[in-house]
């Protein structure tokens, strides 16, 4: 067995994204809550000095309360060896803490670039490059908005002329553009954000939901990344608000294109049937985006395993039958490909298991739910459809997830936004 598959590894061209760690002070959450969110902290930092990446980018809500938790937020960071990138936004930046839990918002990021580092960033590594930003205002003492605005377009062209049409480039910010059809939200002016990285060998990045997704906006792929604190930011399990536990994402750039892993902290061997068709399915589960088939399903597995990579991956639509994966490609995860043909799918609404076995008979498992779709309905908007909740219940012990001591019940209390 490879007892650190890390240490024998080495990625041409990697980087980490931490998103949503929230470090810090809260006057609603319960202290043990608080606590939490130190050890997830401290467990994603022990991971990542393993992982020999090339940088750590931070994209926002670093912090609960801003300027209240800076000094111990770099008392965290001063232990990475690594560079650092941070996008500053709305936790960020805040003034401190409100006794209703919200945050004294606040759009200047002066006192953050005193203490960490330029609130707008772009360099060269290894032949990609970086822009990272964030057009966060205030628009009333309760309400901030990202504004994409004269000044930050100006800036963003500025930047834009130093990179070449060719050049891998990566977009980072911390509040992801949302599209329906061709309705965007999330951001104001982002039809004029697109509008400039048109021509670009772009992929954009960001955090900010505390959830996973990938999707296409006008030709441009954007990957949103989970939160560090997932669901025991406010103590409520996964279901409740933030279906997603904690951990966060590996990014690799092999062969001109990128690929990407998001990683649960303190998980030792993970599987994600992370897309059906090239759709999304969000998650790691429960957070989930159902299929809907009406041809066959052309699956995408990936497969972490601290230790040795899986000798098997295979996929099921009865628990019985098990047929395998083939593997693509091995990076610190490892990444499997099938399909499943049409005429399998022989129920409406269906269920696709993946597993992966292991040297020591350990299996892992991710389902996702299929629903199949007849001639006489309409064809369905795949990335707009709903996300929902599923979750498996296998026989992996609890001692395979990062759980809180507790889980805390509180009242109903109105929650500062992402
Ligand atoms: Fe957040």
Same mark, same amino acid.
């Given at each position: %067995?490879? %007892?650190?598959?890390?240490?024998?590894?080495?990625?041409?061209?990697?980087?980490?994204?931490?998103?949503?760690? =929230?470090?810090?002070?809260?006057?609603?959450?319960?202290?043990?809550?608080?606590?939490?969110?130190?050890?997830?902290?401290?467990?994603?930092?022990?991971?990542?000095?393993?992982?020999?990446?090339?940088?750590?980018?931070?994209?926002?809500?670093?912090?609960?309360?801003?300027?209240?938790?800076?000094?111990?937020?770099?008392?965290?960071?001063?232990?990475?060896?690594?560079?650092?990138?941070?996008?500053?936004?709305?936790?960020?930046?805040?003034?401190?803490?409100?006794?209703?839990?919200?945050?004294?918002?606040?759009?200047?990021?002066?006192? #953050?670039?005193?203490?960490?580092?330029?609130?707008? @960033?772009?360099?060269?590594?290894?032949?990609?490059?970086? /822009?990272?930003?964030?057009?966060?205002?205030?628009?009333?003492?309760?309400?901030?908005?990202?504004?994409?605005?004269?000044?930050?377009?100006? #800036?963003?062209?500025?930047?834009?002329?130093?990179?070449?049409? *060719?050049?891998?480039?990566?977009?980072?910010? =911390? @509040?992801?553009?949302?599209?329906?059809?061709?309705?965007?939200?999330?951001? $104001?002016?982002?039809?004029?954000?697109?509008?400039?990285?048109?021509?670009?060998?772009?992929?954009?990045?960001?955090?900010?939901? =505390?959830?996973?997704?990938?999707?296409?906006?006008?030709? /441009?792929?954007?990957? *949103?990344?989970?939160?560090?604190?997932?669901? $025991?930011?406010?103590?409520?399990?996964? =279901?409740? %608000?933030?279906?997603?536990?904690?951990?966060?994402?590996?990014? $690799?750039?092999?062969?001109?294109?990128?690929?990407?892993?998001?990683?649960?902290?303190?998980?030792?061997?993970?599987?994600?049937?992370?897309?059906?068709?090239?759709?999304?399915?969000?998650?790691?589960?429960?957070?989930?985006?159902?299929?809907?088939?009406?041809?066959?399903?052309?699956?995408?597995?990936?497969?972490?395993?601290?230790?040795?990579?899986?000798?098997?991956?295979?996929?099921?639509?009865?628990?019985?039958?098990?047929?395998?994966?083939?593997?693509?490609?091995? +990076?610190?995860?490892?990444?499997?490909?099938?399909?499943?043909?049409?005429?399998?799918?022989?129920?409406? +609404?269906?269920?696709?298991? @993946?597993?992966?076995?292991?040297?020591?008979?350990?299996?892992?498992?991710?389902?996702?739910?299929?629903?199949?779709?007849?001639?006489?309905?309409?064809?369905?908007?795949?990335?707009?459809?709903?996300? %929902?909740?599923?979750?498996?219940?296998?026989?992996?012990?609890? *001692?395979?997830?990062?759980?809180?001591?507790?889980?805390?019940?509180?009242?109903?209390?109105?929650?500062?936004?992402?």
């Amino acid at each position: %067995m490879n %007892m650190n598959k890390h240490n024998t590894f080495k990625m041409p061209l990697s980087f980490v994204q931490f998103s949503d760690i =929230h470090l810090g002070k809260s006057l609603v959450f319960p202290e043990p809550v608080v606590q939490q969110i130190k050890r997830n902290f401290t467990t994603a930092l022990d991971e990542l000095e393993r992982l020999e990446a090339d940088f750590l980018l931070v994209s926002g809500d670093a912090v609960n309360t801003g300027l209240a938790d800076i000094e111990e937020y770099l008392e965290y960071i001063s232990r990475i060896s690594m560079p650092v990138y941070h996008i500053p936004s709305s936790h960020d930046l805040a003034l401190g803490p409100l006794p209703d839990g919200s945050i004294i918002l606040n759009d200047d990021p002066g006192f #953050w670039e005193e203490k960490i580092g330029q609130a707008r @960033i772009s360099f060269t590594c290894k032949g990609v490059r970086f /822009i990272f930003f964030e057009p966060f205002r205030k628009i009333s003492e309760k309400k901030g908005l990202n504004i994409f605005d004269a000044d930050i377009a100006a #800036w963003l062209s500025g930047e834009l002329r130093k990179v070449s049409p *060719q050049q891998p480039l990566v977009i980072g910010y =911390h @509040i992801p553009v949302l599209a329906s059809g061709e309705t965007f939200s999330g951001w $104001q002016n982002a039809e004029e954000f697109f509008s400039l990285l048109q021509g670009y060998n772009v992929m954009t990045i960001s955090g900010h939901r =505390h959830r996973n997704d990938e999707t296409m906006i006008r030709n /441009i792929r954007q990957i *949103q990344t989970g939160s560090l604190a997932g669901f $025991q930011w406010n103590g409520l399990p996964p =279901h409740y %608000m933030f279906p997603v536990r904690p951990g966060y994402r590996i990014f $690799q750039f092999h062969q001109s294109r990128w690929y990407s892993f998001f990683k649960e902290i303190g998980v030792k061997n993970q599987i994600v049937l992370e897309k059906i068709n090239n759709i999304h399915t969000l998650g790691p589960r429960p957070q989930v985006r159902p299929a809907i088939l009406s041809a066959d399903a052309e699956l995408l597995a990936k497969v972490y395993s601290e230790d040795a990579a899986p000798e098997i991956v295979e996929y099921s639509l009865d628990n019985k039958n098990w047929n395998r994966l083939e593997k693509k490609s091995d +990076f610190l995860w490892s990444e499997w490909s099938g399909r499943i043909p049409y005429e399998r799918f022989h129920e409406k +609404f269906n269920v696709i298991t @993946i597993r992966a076995g292991f040297d020591n008979q350990l299996k892992v498992y991710d389902s996702v739910p299929v629903f199949v779709r007849t001639e006489n309905e309409p064809p369905a908007d795949m990335q707009s459809s709903p996300e %929902m909740l599923f979750e498996l219940i296998t026989d992996a012990s609890d *001692q395979f997830f990062s759980q809180p001591e507790e889980v805390y019940s509180f009242p109903w209390i109105p929650l500062p936004c992402g």
